[in-house]
Every structure is written in structure tokens, then in C-alpha cells.
């Protein structure tokens, strides 16, 4: 299984920008997936989980009412709108999947089995 995370940028406060997962390999239905971001100097820390299905979803706190998950299963993507970005949210984000029919969104790192390879969100004041 692979994940290609693309969609990041400069982009000015107050901005929006659309992240994109293309998830290869594997039955992508069966994958619940994750975004994660990484600050310089900071910890991984979740932003929002998708279920299988796409009909529930999880947000941290610090994103939310601002961000949204979606997921293409026929496109095989997974998408996180983020709108009224803030310097803050700079960083590398990244998406990960894991294969489960486990109905609580996976928070922690190590709950995840495949990794993109991040794209960077810069966020300018």
C-alpha cells in the first residue's frame, strides 16, 4: 500500500488550501485514514481521521469548524479542506492508513500502518 500526499503550499492567513491523499494498492475501503501534521521541533499530532465509509469523521480541536475530511473511495483519495488558516498551522502533513474494522477513530502514531510522505503547509502572517 502506498499514499501520495500532495496540495500544500504557501498560502497567506486567512487562506485555504486542499490537501490530497491518493491511496495505491490494497482495498481502499477497508482503510480508514488519518491526517497528521509536524511542526518544526514538535511532536506528529493528529488532525482529523476519516472512516471507511466516510460517514464519520474526527477533528482536534485546534482545527476545528475550520477543516474538513472527505474521501473518494471510487477515486481512491482522501481530501482535508482547510479554510481560515493560520500561522500556526504550518507545518508537514502528513496522511496515513490502516487496514481495520475497528470503529474508534486511531489517533496515535503508532495505531497506523502505511505512511505518505507528506507535503508542507506554510502558512505566512
Known amino acids: 500500500v502506498q499514499l501520495q500526499a500532495s496540495g500544500g503550499g504557501l498560502v497567506q492567513a486567512g487562506g485555504s488550501l486542499r490537501l490530497s491523499c491518493a491511496v495505491s494498492?490494497?482495498?481502499?475501503?477497508?482503510?480508514?485514514v488519518g491526517w497528521f501534521r509536524q511542526a518544526p521541533g514538535k511532536e506528529r499530532e493528529i488532525v482529523a481521521v476519516i472512516s471507511r465509509s466516510g460517514s464519520d469523521s474526527y477533528y482536534s480541536d485546534f482545527v476545528k469548524g475550520r477543516v474538513a475530511i472527505s474521501r473518494d473511495n471510487a477515486k481512491k483519495t482522501v481530501y482535508l479542506q482547510m479554510n481560515s488558516l493560520k500561522p500556526e498551522d504550518t507545518a508537514v502533513y502528513y496522511c496515513a492508513a490502516r487496514n481495520t474494522i475497528l470503529t474508534e477513530p486511531l489517533l496515535s502514531n503508532n495505531e497506523y500502518h502505511y505512511w505518505g510522505q507528506g507535503t508542507l503547509v506554510t502558512v505566512s502572517s
Open positions: 494498492g490494497g482495498t481502499f475501503s477497508r482503510y480508514k
